[in-house]
């Protein structure tokens, strides 16, 4: 009988370490699409700055 407590321990012991390393690598990828997304979101805002800018020279330019 307690033989097969410690197999089903052991068995559902496995089966956590296992949804652990899943997580943990899912974490990992998280990770990296923010990463992604943080660079991607940087470099939007840096082009609608720069397009921001060429509407306030073009509107200083009609107010010469």
């Not at 097969?4 to 296992?18: C, D, M, P, R, V």
């Not at 397009?51 to 200083?60: P, V």
Request: hydrophobic share 35%; proline share 0%; net charge negative.
């Amino acid at each position: 009988m307690q033989s097969g407590l410690f197999t089903e321990l052991e068995n559902k012991i496995e089966g956590l370490i296992e949804e652990v390393e899943l997580l943990r690598l899912e974490v990992s990828e998280l990770r990296q699409s923010k990463s992604a997304l943080e660079a991607e979101r940087e470099n939007t805002e840096q082009n609608l700055e720069r397009l921001l800018g060429k509407f306030e020279r073009l509107k200083e330019s009609e107010n010469l």
